[in-house]
């Protein structure tokens, strides 16, 4: 019954970019870990120098869980994903099914804790701004390093993230990407 951290374990056998060459895996416990790392940051940034008011804290764990329904239904590449509203509407209705199936592996009586974090989205929309642009920022970051090894896959993906990062228009964003973004282009002797 209870296999729920059983389920969020295989995370790490969830390879993201299926569809392109990578010189460096990127699984999806890495990428939630990231996600997680970046999302704390924006909402303390936020709070810091724009007057927001999330906590640090609870963005992290949104975004340490933000794709556990993918540990059942996998990760879908982005142009299948969105392909049509169709596609986009039947995916949230298999992930929505993912979600549940997750939580009927807890204990009834932890079930209402994680639906609050696994469900965060439809709950908390300021949250899921957060934890959306971090989710972004992170796949930028992996193109970034991608391109970096010499893989020029992820040239058209990086610059496609790097629109739709600008175009968010949240000022915690800007900031993480004018002063943070630039390191992750950086070899370890250039950061020194």
Known sequence: MADFFAFINRMKYINRWGLMRNTVPDDLQEHCFQTAVIAHALALIDGKFFGGKLNP????????YHDA??????????????FNAGMR?????????????????LPEELR???????????????YARIV??????????KCVEEENSGNADFRSARESLKKTIDGLDMACVSYFMENFAEGFG????EMH
């Open 89 to 105: 509407e039947s995916y949230r209705e298999i992930e929505d099914a993912a979600k549940e199936r997750l939580l009927g592996m």
């Open 57 to 64: 804290e609870k963005a992290a764990v949104y975004a340490l």
């Open 69 to 82: 329904p993918e540990t059942i239904t996998g990760d879908m590449p982005t142009p299948v994903k969105y």
């Open 112 to 126: 209402d804790d994680y639906r609050a974090i696994i469900g965060f989205e439809e709950e908390d929309a300021d």
């Open 132 to 141: 959306k642009a971090a989710d972004k920022i992170t796949a930028y970051i």
């Open 186 to 189: 950086k070899t370890l002797d």
